[in-house]
């Protein structure tokens, strides 16, 4: 076999190899330039294959239930599978890291809610992922109330009976949240510190396995999104006793709320929104939220959802990186005053 030497073309001397650096970087940048309108074009094209919404919560809760309403529009709207996928664990930072590390290319986003993006940079001694600096935000879509709900066993009606209930001596009740540090666990917290009343915590891995104890007995209590526990109230199964808006919410004005049974000024509704990875390109952020927008804006969508227990908040991707922000600092507050702290 011959050896084959590369070859001037001028002097048929061996190429040096700063000319041979010279044509490598050509052939680069000709390849760049080529590329450049292909990357240009992927927001028209955008999206080409299956896009995977990240839900860092257990299937069945109030997240849950919003994803997979969008997802079934955008499906529609895209002519692609749009896929939910649960990723539970550590009050939502398993599953929002592991969006915040994914390729920003539109194809990986996650439904970020008030712990994820608002809470837990107060609560975690150790965050691996930061909400504002690790992720574009695309759009809020939901804002609920939280549901203090109780067992038919126990015998109270309204928010009132339940705190006198507790403050008897031989009370041995408990009750559940979404986990240490979620929006349900702190909204409890302050009401206690309020109320000056005691009863022990049992944090979940999401609301699911919470209302699954609260129906067969094992706890008394619990607190979580409405979505997730609005139809268990209308057929009878448990008591829904109050709401952690700051008014009547609209979709179940019959529910009274905690500001109204002794706790003026009382409000800490949770909220869910979309983000994608740092990164992702300002045009298709924005083509991916007006999208959304456009499905939450469906009447039929957002009949669905308001019977789940929780209303469409839509808004641009500005608007909602300024709310995150706010959010992020009416937390801290909170945790302060819970003196709730994750390692």
Do not use: C
């Amino acid at each position: 076999m011959k050896h084959i030497t590369t070859t001037s073309a001028t002097h048929g001397r061996p190429a040096r190899p700063a000319l041979r650096r010279s044509m490598l970087a050509l052939l680069a940048g000709a390849f760049g330039l080529a590329a450049a309108p292909v990357f240009a074009q992927g927001t028209d094209n955008f999206p080409n294959r299956a896009v995977t919404i990240v839900v860092p919560f257990p299937a069945g809760g109030a997240t849950d239930i919003t994803a997979r309403l969008v997802a079934e529009g955008l499906s529609k709207k895209w002519g692609q599978p749009v896929v939910v996928e649960n990723k539970p664990g550590a009050g939502g930072n398993v599953g929002s890291e592991y969006v915040a590390r994914a390729a920003p290319d539109g194809y990986t986003l996650v439904l970020g809610v008030t712990g994820s993006h608002g809470i837990n940079t107060s609560l975690y001694k150790n965050m691996r992922y930061d909400p504002v600096k690790d992720f574009e935000a695309i759009t809020q879509a939901t804002l609920y109330p939280n549901a203090i709900i109780v067992n038919n066993d126990v015998p109270a009606n309204n928010l009132q009976e339940l705190i006198a209930l507790l403050k008897k001596p031989d009370a041995h009740y408990s009750y559940g949240s979404d986990g240490n540090g979620t929006a349900s666990h702190l909204g409890m917290e302050l009401i206690k510190n309020q109320g000056k009343f005691e009863i022990s915590h049992i944090p979940y891995r999401g609301s699911a396995p919470m209302v699954t104890d609260l129906l067969g007995g094992q706890i008394q209590v619990g607190i979580t999104g409405l979505p997730a526990v609005q139809a268990y109230a209308k057929s009878g199964k448990l008591k829904i006793v109050a709401l952690t808006t700051a008014g009547r919410f609209a979709s179940a004005p019959d529910y009274p709320t905690v500001a109204e049974q002794g706790f003026p000024g009382y409000a800490a509704p949770p909220w869910s929104g979309f983000f994608a990875p740092k990164g992702t390109p300002k045009p298709l952020v924005e083509k991916i939220s007006a999208d959304m927008r456009e499905v939450m804006a469906d009447p039929k969508t957002k009949e669905k959802l308001a019977a789940s227990g929780s209303e469409f908040t839509p808004s641009t991707p500005e608007q909602f990186q300024a709310f995150v922000r706010q959010e992020i600092a009416k937390w801290a507050e909170a945790v302060k005053i819970s003196g709730a702290r994750i390692d």
